[in-house]
């Protein structure tokens, strides 16, 4: 297809875990677009262009290989593609503050401003910005100001398409999404740039899972709709904590309450707690934006979601200390798991690494096992790099070790022989399960003692 053919030009500034996968599935499905996916990092677009992609994710390699090279393309030419673009999605990364006014809870936005004034800079006609990072309620304003200050007559208008997608399921996700939400203006001008984003996926969702507001409900709902989840997360293992006192089987307490059709199934896992780049920095966000407002109830209640997290991933590294004898000095211990959850080479925010450090601080030998997030894991404790071991071969990591705790769910971790893995532990031996997902009956019967999140322990000891 030649360039000139292309219906629509779309670019999408940041090649991350939203832009790459949201482009990737927005080309393969939509080929009379041209969709360019342009990033300031060099290595990144590289890994884009190659067989090697920058992030796992199930079933990207194929949806990418579909429509690169036909009309998908990833550079780190920016001028050119800002200026010849029609709709620009802005997917750059909005970390949490770390330092002035917010630290610690709202989003950097210097990414974000950035781009804006380099959209600005190189645009010589109208242009649709469409916000796919999750950014705090009101963010569309600031850069529709910045945007329409240009004395080039330029207009810009910005909308809103959080996105809701899981990392491990992103394709699935893309391709069948629950809703997919565009918030803009509500102005004809606003409603008319709007559709043209609903016409793009209206090429493969059905019309009716396409829902439009307006921006500011847009904004906040990407922000409420994680916060529910989060909470859901941190309400179960609130109740965990209490099943381990009284040995109640928190599995059991979610089966039955997650049968109420008005509660549901999902989210109910009670874990060593949430990670990922989403659920603490958007509920931080949304406490920020609650205290801005005065709201002071309002930013206490969803602050506890992320407190009751901290306290779970605590409470799991206490109980291993405690059941060690109350000193991990020197013990080796092996972590199944280093990435946020399963399916992701992901390690933002992980429990599994909350843990490591936990350990680490208590001098224990911390071997780390992963079949995908090793590479993330080493970078970020590369403070540590001396005192900890990666290792891929969860035999070769639990070998001599005196427990395992299983931090990430992922399925390979469900069918190892443990047996062997038993047999070749410091004894006795033991298992921390933080997900739940080992099948602790058997595993107490090869020697095993076992603990797993908020249900009795079973335990060779009187
Ligand atoms: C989340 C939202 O699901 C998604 O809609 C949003 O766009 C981005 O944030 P993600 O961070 O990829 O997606 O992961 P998710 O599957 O939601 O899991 C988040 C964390 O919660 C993981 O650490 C996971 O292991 C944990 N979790 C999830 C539980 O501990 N228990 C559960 O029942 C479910």
């Given at each position: 297809m030649a360039a000139s053919s292309y219906t629509k030009n779309i670019l999408c500034i940041g090649a991350g875990y939203v832009g790459g996968p949201t482009m990737a599935m927005i080309a393969a499905r939509c080929p009379q677009y041209k969709v360019t996916v342009v990033d300031i990092n060099a290595e990144r677009i590289a890994a884009w262009q190659s067989?090697?992609?920058p992030i796992f994710e199930p079933g990207l390699l194929n949806v990418v290989k579909e429509a690169r090279g036909r009309n998908l393309f990833f550079t780190t030419e920016m001028e050119q593609n800002i200026h010849d673009a029609d709709i620009i999605f802005v997917s750059v990364n909005t970390p949490t503050k770390t330092f002035g006014e917010g630290a610690g809870k709202t989003a950097d936005l210097q990414h974000w401003e950035k781009t804006a004034r380099q959209i600005l800079k190189a645009s010589e006609s109208d242009k649709i910005i469409v916000e796919k990072s999750t950014l705090p309620v009101k963010t569309a304003q600031a850069m529709e100001r910045i945007l329409n200050s240009?004395?080039?007559g330029i207009v810009f208008d910005v909308l809103s398409n959080p996105e809701f997608l899981a990392e491990g399921t992103a394709m699935a996700d893309l391709a069948n999404p629950d809703r997919v939400l565009i918030g803009s203006r509500t102005n004809e001008r606003g409603i008319k740039a709007r559709q043209e984003v609903v016409d793009i996926y209206a090429n493969w969702i059905p019309r009716e899972r396409i829902l439009t507001s307006d921006v500011w409900s847009s904004e906040l709902s990407k922000l409420v709709a994680n916060a529910f989840l989060a909470q859901r997360i941190s309400s179960i293992n609130a109740i965990s904590a209490l099943c381990e006192k009284t040995d109640a089987d928190v599995a059991e307490v979610a089966r039955a309450v997650g049968r109420d059709s008005r509660i549901g199934p999902k989210f109910l896992n009670a874990s060593v707690g949430f990670g990922g780049s989403c659920f603490q920095k958007d509920i931080l966000n949304l406490v920020y934006i609650c205290e801005s407002y005065g709201l002071t109830e309002v930013a206490d209640y969803w602050e506890n979601v992320v407190k009751i997290n901290d306290y779970q991933r605590r409470r799991f590294v206490g109980t291993i200390r405690r059941v060690l004898f109350n000193t991990l000095v020197g013990k080796r211990i092996a972590l199944f798991g280093a990435a946020f959850k399963a399916d992701t080479s992901d390690t933002r925010e992980s429990p599994a690494l909350y843990v490591a450090e936990q350990l680490l601080e208590e001098r224990a030998a911390v071997v780390l096992c992963d079949p995908q997030a090793l590479a993330n894991a080493k970078h970020d404790l590369a403070r540590y790099a001396e005192r900890i071991e990666f290792e891929p071969d969860p035999y070769r990591a639990a070998q001599g070790a005196h427990a395992i705790a299983l931090l990430t769910e992922w399925s390979q971790f469900k069918v190892l022989d443990y047996a062997r893995i038993f047999d070749s532990m410091e004894k006795p031996a033991f298992v921390f399960d933080g997900r739940n997902i080992l099948d602790h009956q058997a595993l107490y019967e090869i020697g095993f003692n076992v603990y797993p999140i908020g249900k009795p322990k079973l335990s060779h000891f009187a």
């Open positions: 067989d090697k992609l240009n004395d080039k």
